[in-house]
């Protein structure tokens, strides 16, 4: 394949300064006016690629190749390119403006596909605006219902309307869901956020397998009071509330017997926040998630029990949502054949592998047949200004990835 590096790295390079914090940060949460700069950017690159455009009712992006059979199923690839507060610029970015130059190295080589392929750029993969992640995608495989939706509130209380309004989208969120199979495929080529494929020194990760998370929000209400005229027998601090649940949640994944269980207390935000002030509310976000459905929900269910268990000691009220709880998903025994086909024909070391980061990829596989492509990132860092995949490993993994499509695509 006809790769263009030295293009996309420039375009990666340029979309990283459209973010909400200067270089070598990068911040976009949807419906931002960065995030809004951005869905132009990848917007104006699909129509130079002479892809069509369509975005549906929570800007979701659909940029079409047009093949020769219109009434075959298209090929689906993309990821997102939102991206939490202080992130780096490979995280999602790499499968979306590497599935351009994927397209783009395919026509030039004058492939003509009987299949459509259609990249995606999902709305929200990160769960920064309203604590759930992959809302795009979510509500395209019809996980999230609307009328859950519409229950979402960031954290100033506005809601989904508020920001599909910033974004300038008003038709029916009802619209968004997707028909079963109304893709032949989906493949998503994304950075590991792991050090296992450069620890061996591998080129290709072929995901089998995705994690399955779940979501806890928990708000806490004590009593405040001035730190100096509270004595401690008398306290009923949400902050300490708080720090004992986050440590229930520390040990739940540490005692599931599952070596794949990790939880964490993401987001721990008190009021007033004061130094002489006894912290009188408290809000958690809980992140917990196995590729076990079993020790996941069994580790969940400590923490649901210990929570409240801890209030009431403390004399704390309590309030708990589960925002989400999702089984793994098992991607495409095919699929995953065909790309390791591809990697033994172009002599590109691969491996299976599971994805312990969740994508969109695990909501489309609820529609069609799906799997993902990892390409390795340096000591496995990511969601931090120094993530970083060299342009060899993008480049591999964008061959892979036209190979993929048109084979798919005929």
């Known amino acids: 394949m006809n790769i263009d590096i030295k293009?996309?790295?420039?375009?990666?390079?340029?979309?990283?300064?459209?973010?909400?914090?200067?270089?070598?940060?990068?911040?976009?949460?949807?419906?931002?006016?960065?995030?809004?700069?951005?869905?132009?950017?990848?917007?104006?690159?699909?129509?130079?690629?002479?892809?069509?455009?369509?975005?549906?009712?929570?800007?979701?992006?659909?940029?079409?190749?047009?093949?020769?059979?219109?009434?075959?199923?298209?090929?689906?690839t993309g990821s997102h390119i939102d991206a939490i507060p202080n992130a780096g610029k490979y995280d999602g970015v790499v499968g979306v403006l590497g599935a351009i130059e994927a397209i783009r190295s395919l026509q030039k080589t004058g492939v003509k596909p009987k299949r459509s392929i259609e990249l995606i750029i999902f709305t929200a993969e990160e769960p920064t605006r309203f604590g759930i992640g992959c809302l795009g995608s979510r509500l395209m495989s019809g996980v999230l219902s609307p009328q859950k939706a519409s229950?979402?509130?960031?954290?100033?209380?506005?809601?989904?309307?508020?920001?599909?309004?910033?974004?300038?989208?008003?038709?029916?969120?009802?619209?968004?869901?997707?028909?079963?199979?109304?893709?032949?495929?989906?493949v998503e080529l994304h950075i590991?956020?792991?050090?296992?494929?450069?620890?061996e020194s591998i080129d290709i990760g072929i995901v089998e397998k995705i994690a399955a998370p779940s979501t806890l929000q928990v708000q806490l209400t004590g009593v405040?009071?001035?730190?100096?005229?509270?004595?401690?027998?008398?306290?009923?601090?949400?902050?300490?509330?708080g720090a004992e649940i986050a440590l229930a949640v520390e040990a739940a994944a540490k005692t599931s017997g599952s070596p794949d269980t990790v939880g964490t207390t993401g987001v721990f935000r008190i009021e007033p926040g004061a130094v002489n002030s006894v912290p009188c509310r408290a809000w958690l976000e809980i992140d917990l998630r196995d590729t076990q459905l079993s020790t996941r929900?069994?580790?969940?269910?400590?923490?649901?029990?210990?929570?409240?268990?801890?209030?009431?000691?403390?004399?704390?009220?309590?309030?708990?949502?589960?925002?989400?709880?999702?089984?793994?998903?098992?991607?495409?025994?095919?699929?995953?054949?065909?790309?390791?086909?591809?990697?033994?024909?172009?002599?590109?070391?691969?491996?299976?592998?599971?994805s312990r980061a969740y994508h969109d990829s695990l909501f489309m596989?609820?529609?069609?047949?799906?799997?993902?492509?990892?390409?390795?990132?340096?000591?496995?860092?990511?969601?931090?200004?120094?993530?970083?995949?060299?342009?060899?490993?993008?480049?591999?993994?964008v061959a892979v990835l036209a190979a993929m499509l048109a084979q798919l695509a005929e």
């Open 7 to 76: 293009r996309l790295q420039l375009e990666i390079d340029e979309l990283s300064l459209i973010s909400e914090n200067p270089p070598p940060v990068v911040t976009r949460v949807l419906f931002s006016e960065a995030d809004l700069r951005a869905r132009d950017f990848v917007k104006n690159l699909c129509r130079e690629a002479g892809l069509l455009l369509r975005e549906d009712a929570v800007g979701n992006i659909f940029a079409r190749w047009e093949g020769s059979d219109k009434s075959a199923a298209p090929v689906a």
């Open 151 to 186: 229950t979402l509130r960031d954290r100033e209380g506005k809601d989904l309307d508020f920001w599909r309004a910033q974004g300038h989208k008003n038709e029916p969120v009802e619209s968004v869901r997707l028909a079963q199979n109304c893709y032949s495929t989906f």
């Open 192 to 199: 590991e956020q792991g050090p296992i494929l450069e620890r």
């Open 224 to 241: 405040g009071g001035h730190a100096g005229a509270v004595l401690m027998p008398e306290r009923h601090d949400a902050l300490l509330a």
């Open 297 to 354: 929900d069994a580790a969940l269910q400590k923490i649901e029990e210990a929570a409240p268990e801890i209030c009431e000691r403390r004399g704390v009220k309590i309030e708990m949502n589960r925002l989400n709880v999702d089984p793994p998903a098992i991607c495409d025994a095919n699929l995953v054949q065909m790309i390791s086909t591809i990697c033994k024909d172009a002599g590109v070391s691969h491996k299976r592998m599971i």
């Open 365 to 397: 596989a609820q529609i069609c047949p799906t799997t993902m492509i990892f390409i390795p990132c340096r000591g496995g860092v990511s969601h931090r200004p120094d993530e970083y995949s060299s342009p060899e490993q993008i480049e591999k993994g």
